[in-house]
């Protein structure tokens, strides 16, 4: 076995690769849906980020089923930086974009009741 794969406890070095391989792809996709997540934020196409955040969260409780290797630690938490990183981004513009549909609605509300206070004066 080699040297960079002593801390891993296996017994094949082309197992494990393989097996890297499928986490790391694992970690490919997760990563990938979190971009477009923020992509979508950005381009305000709320309707599918759920979705997307729904699919990204049963990828990382699958990938976390397995303890993360030594070999794959660093790799790991930089992923969960950049996915922690985007989560905020997304949150401050969806309450951006709560914040303008509030204001929004509150300038139809004024609205209303001036029409309202309007059509009542004209009686």
Do not use: C
């Not at 296996?10 to 979190?34: E, G, H, K, M, Y």
């Amino acid at each position: 076995m080699s040297a960079m794969y002593s801390a891993i406890p296996t017994t094949d070095d082309s197992v494990f690769l393989a097996a890297l391989s499928d986490r790391n792809a694992q970690l490919d996709l997760i990563q990938a849906i979190t971009q477009k997540m923020l992509q979508m934020a950005k381009q305000q196409a709320w309707e599918n980020i759920n979705k997307l955040e729904a699919e990204r969260s049963h990828l990382i409780y699958s990938f976390f089923e397995t303890k993360p290797s030594v070999a794959e630690a660093e790799h790991v938490a930089n992923i969960i930086l950049e996915v922690l990183s985007a989560d905020k981004a997304i949150i401050a513009l969806s309450l951006s974009e709560q914040h303008e549909i509030m204001g929004s609605a509150q300038k139809i509300n004024r609205g209303k009741q001036a029409s309202k206070a309007y059509a009542m004066s004209e009686k």
